[in-house]
């Protein structure tokens, strides 16, 4: 039997740069795992849209497919959205078995791929002592996504930062610049903000501008097309298809 069909769903952007970035992403999964058939879907902005990419396979024969989300977090788009459009897709298309994975955090391969990308930006292991870090996220008004925010970024303190705050582009508080300013209050020598997002946008944008804005002294990348979420995304992959084989074999 075949494998299920992988389809990454993200939210899209206006923003070109968004949809280059997630197809990035998507390359790199498919160089880590041959043979395993990658689709990419957008909930709006871009396209392929969900359904389109959905009724595509099925037409083509494909059996089962696991729908992943793009996301980093359980919030609106997880728990509301993705749902909703998958729910449709079975219906019009009883014949193909649809599995929605889980959300891609928390996990230490995404922070592995911050460490990265905070290495790269040029914060070395000997910072960390002198340096504050902001866990900037896009932000959610969905109180386990907080949450979950907020507990990575103690786990992250323990990682040898001397202070870790998080901070939201949107919908909750504080933002990047006062979680910033407020480092800089406590006495922190230097002060560096990590991206808690996948593909450059609006979003991420605010983030880098808060961040300029209160004079961080580094500014990391959005996570992007790193190896280590790209394994991420197959680890999803694999734990929902042990789940589509025995609800299959049930």
């Not at 980093?72 to 459009?85: E, G, N, Q, W, Y």
């Not at 922190?188 to 593909?199: G, K, L, M, N, Q």
Request: aromatic fraction near 2%; glycine fraction near 6%; include cysteine.
């Amino acid at each position: 039997m075949s494998h299920p069909v992988l389809l990454v769903i993200a939210h899209g952007s206006r923003d070109p740069r968004h949809a280059a970035t997630v197809h990035a992403l998507t390359q790199r999964v498919r160089a880590q795992r041959p043979g395993l058939r990658v689709e990419t879907a957008f909930l709006e902005f871009n396209a392929p849209s969900v359904p389109r990419v959905l009724e595509r396979l099925a037409a083509e024969g494909a059996d089962e497919v696991v729908a992943l989300p793009l996301l980093l977090t359980r919030a609106f788009h997880a728990k509301t959205d993705i749902p909703s459009v998958l729910r449709e897709a079975r219906a019009r298309l009883p014949r193909l078995h649809i599995r929605q994975a889980d959300v891609l955090g928390p996990s230490p391969l995404l922070n592995a791929t911050l460490g990265r990308r905070l290495r790269e930006a040029g914060v070395r292991p000997g910072d960390l002592l002198r340096t504050g870090l902001v866990l900037a996220s896009a932000g959610s008004s969905d109180p386990e996504a907080i949450a979950v925010i907020a507990e990575i970024a103690r786990e992250l303190r323990h990682t040898g930062w001397c202070a870790v705050r998080p901070a939201f582009a949107s919908a909750s508080l504080p933002r990047t610049e006062d979680a910033v300013r407020a480092l800089r209050a406590e006495g922190v020598d230097r002060v560096a903000v990590a991206p808690y997002v996948i593909a450059p946008g609006r979003l991420p944008d605010r983030i880098a501008a808060g961040a300029e804005a209160a004079g961080a002294d580094v500014l990391a990348d959005v996570l992007g097309p790193a190896p280590e979420l790209a394994r991420l995304l197959l680890d999803r992959y694999d734990e929902a298809r042990v789940l589509v084989g025995a609800s299959l074999s049930a």
